[in-house]
């Protein structure tokens, strides 16, 4: 095993251990140590232990919230294809968290990870589509938020639960809109519970 690939093995089991929660442990003093630890293996270069301190950073898991500071993170796991991290960052280019708003740039961030097939990614690529203010592209979006909800993307079986009962994009389908809205409620998506409640009493 080359120097790099045992530096990297060992990051792995740091981050590993830290996962580790205690059976009745102390939670906050678990997601700080947490945090510690996770430092530490991002610090050795691995991916997924910088995405988890970007997280960490963004939403205040064990540490101070620090937007900057979580862009950064997610950046250096994002530029070694960490997917989940790619499409956080882009998210964070998106609304101009921690970093200067760009599109362009939540666009390629968001676009390489689905391309990697991350749920969320196709869930925002979707929603990239419908959004498109001169022309909605949405039968792009459907097939976006189709791909992701086959990933058990909640939101996006809601969406294509939606989309599939009124017909309007594809070919109406009330038992596999049905289908998907259980999938999504399945999973405690507000959204689909809220819709499935309006469909029962209208009838």
């Given at each position: 095993m080359k120097a790099e690939e045992r530096h990297l093995a060992e990051a792995e089991k740091i981050l590993d251990k830290a996962f580790r929660r205690p059976a009745n442990g102390d939670k906050e003093k678990w997601q700080r140590n947490l945090h510690r630890q996770a430092l530490k293996a991002?610090?050795?270069g691995l991916a997924e232990a910088q995405y988890w301190v970007g997280r960490s950073y963004r939403e205040g898991y064990g540490v101070q919230e620090n937007a900057p500071k979580a862009a950064e993170w997610l950046c250096l796991a994002a530029e070694q294809g960490h997917p989940a991290a790619q499409v956080e960052l882009g998210q964070m280019y998106q609304y101009g968290e921690g970093v200067a708003q760009d599109k362009v740039e939540a666009f390629r961030w968001i676009s390489q990870a689905a391309d990697a097939e991350e749920p969320m990614a196709l869930y925002e690529m979707a929603m990239h589509y419908?959004?498109?203010?001169?022309?909605?592209?949405?039968?792009?979006?459907?097939?976006?938020?189709?791909?992701?909800?086959?990933?058990?993307?909640?939101?996006?079986?809601?969406?294509?639960?939606?989309?599939?009962?009124?017909?309007?994009?594809?070919?109406?389908?009330?038992?596999?809109?049905?289908?998907?809205c259980l999938e999504a409620e399945a999973q405690e998506c507000d959204e689909a519970m809220v819709w499935h409640a309006k469909r029962i009493i209208a009838g």
């Amino acid at each position: 095993m080359k120097a790099e690939e045992r530096h990297l093995a060992e990051a792995e089991k740091i981050l590993d251990k830290a996962f580790r929660r205690p059976a009745n442990g102390d939670k906050e003093k678990w997601q700080r140590n947490l945090h510690r630890q996770a430092l530490k293996a991002a610090q050795m270069g691995l991916a997924e232990a910088q995405y988890w301190v970007g997280r960490s950073y963004r939403e205040g898991y064990g540490v101070q919230e620090n937007a900057p500071k979580a862009a950064e993170w997610l950046c250096l796991a994002a530029e070694q294809g960490h997917p989940a991290a790619q499409v956080e960052l882009g998210q964070m280019y998106q609304y101009g968290e921690g970093v200067a708003q760009d599109k362009v740039e939540a666009f390629r961030w968001i676009s390489q990870a689905a391309d990697a097939e991350e749920p969320m990614a196709l869930y925002e690529m979707a929603m990239h589509y419908l959004a498109d203010i001169d022309e909605p592209q949405v039968e792009t979006a459907f097939v976006y938020f189709m791909r992701a909800a086959k990933l058990n993307e909640m939101y996006s079986q809601y969406e294509v639960a939606r989309m599939l009962w009124e017909g309007e994009v594809v070919a109406r389908d009330t038992t596999a809109a049905q289908y998907w809205c259980l999938e999504a409620e399945a999973q405690e998506c507000d959204e689909a519970m809220v819709w499935h409640a309006k469909r029962i009493i209208a009838g």
